[in-house]
């Protein structure tokens, strides 16, 4: 047994270790065949003999734990020292990279109504019920609420649905005239070729006094980025329902794959649905102490845009960080 001990002590790889348990302790091993020796002895010598057996034993499963706990330790430190990654390092690995194509996307939307005159607001990822449903004309079991699948926290706190919050935050903190988008990231329970759980939308919010902004203002603004969006493509309106705004209305573009004629990307109709858009329901001025005041307001997600825009018919593929993909943008 000294001897084992002594070997124990001198193993220096978990590969070694290994093999010196099962050479005592195996089916065939040192400690398993004299403990077959007992079914021989009776008696006190039996007893002796078995008592001998078991310290030997834990003295050895106790000093062989150590021993692999000592050489898992060596052996990650050993690692760690291998794996060193330096930051700094620049070389022609790291090609120029022309942004992420949902950015590109994002970049195009926001310069068009920069160029409009538009402001860029943000808000809190993390919002509160207020702020996100309830102001926005959902309150608390409106059934419009299961349109959006969310991510709670504890305490009412959720993660954006959707950029609409901004519009309250905004409005909360500032008199008319407000001409406002709020472009950024939101957060559903969806997961498809089509959905994912991040993702990007702007929002758009005019307001002026009333009686000042009306749905030509809407249709206006909407026609012409849609056509700095996607070039020559026809552009219906067509009667939608949104809690906060009314009149609401969803806009297509005719179909960029088929030109309208009917293909499977827009269901055989020739038409796809890009954007929702409406006049700014009065209880959500009601719920931001808004007085004798007109608006108009708009969403969109900027994925669906740049799917549309890139032809791509797999969402996840922009999210997977694949270069060969992402290089071809
Ligand atoms: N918040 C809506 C959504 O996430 C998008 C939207 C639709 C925003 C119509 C608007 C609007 O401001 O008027 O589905």
Redesign the pocket.
């Known amino acids: 047994m000294q001897e084992i001990m002594t070997r124990l002590e001198q193993v220096d790889n978990l590969n070694d270790l290994e093999r010196l348990r099962v050479e005592v302790l195996g089916k065939k091993g040192i400690l398993t065949q004299q403990f077959a020796l007992l079914k021989n002895l009776e008696g006190e010598t039996k007893k002796t003999f078995a008592k001998g057996l078991n310290t030997n034993k834990e003295d050895f499963e106790k000093m062989l734990e150590s021993k692999r706990e000592s050489l898992l330790k060596a052996q990650m430190n050993e690692n760690l020292a291998k794996e060193v990654v330096d930051a700094s390092l620049f070389t022609a690995l790291h090609p120029k990279s022309n942004g992420h194509p949902i950015y590109q996307t994002m970049d195009r939307i926001i310069d068009f109504f920069v160029n409009m005159n538009f402001s860029i607001q943000t808000g809190p990822l993390v919002e509160d019920d207020f702020h996100n449903f309830e102001a926005l004309n959902l309150p608390v079991f409106h059934p419009a609420r299961d ?2 699948d969310t991510f709670y926290f504890k305490d009412s706190m959720l993660l954006r ?4 919050p901004v ?1 309250i935050r905004t409005m909360q903190s500032q008199d008319i005239p407000i001409r406002m988008i709020a472009p950024g990231s ?1 957060f559903r329970r969806d997961y498809d070729l089509t959905h994912s759980p991040m993702f990007h ?1 702007v ?3 005019v307001v002026e006094q009333k009686d000042k902004i009306s749905f030509v203002h809407l249709k206006y603004i909407l026609e012409d980025f849609l056509h700095y969006m996607f070039g020559d493509v026809k552009i219906r309106f067509r009667s939608s329902f ?1 809690p ?2 009314e009149p ?1 209305a969803e806009v297509d573009i005719s179909c960029v794959f088929c030109g309208g004629s009917g293909c499977r990307i827009c269901s055989h109709t020739g038409w796809l649905e890009v ?4 006049i700014v329901n009065q209880k959500v001025f009601d719920a931001v102490g808004y007085k004798d005041v007109s608006g108009y ?4 997600g900027v994925e669906r845009f740049a799917m549309l825009i890139h032809r791509v018919n797999d969402l996840r593929s922009f999210f997977e960080t694949d270069l060969r993909v992402l290089e071809q943008f």
């Not at 954007?275 to 409406?278: A, I, K, Q, R, S």
Request: hydrophobic letters at 40%.
């Open positions: 349109m959006q649905t959707h950029t609409s519009q939101v939308q929002e758009g919010l949104f906060f705004t609401s954007l929702g858009c409406g307001a708009f969403g969109l």
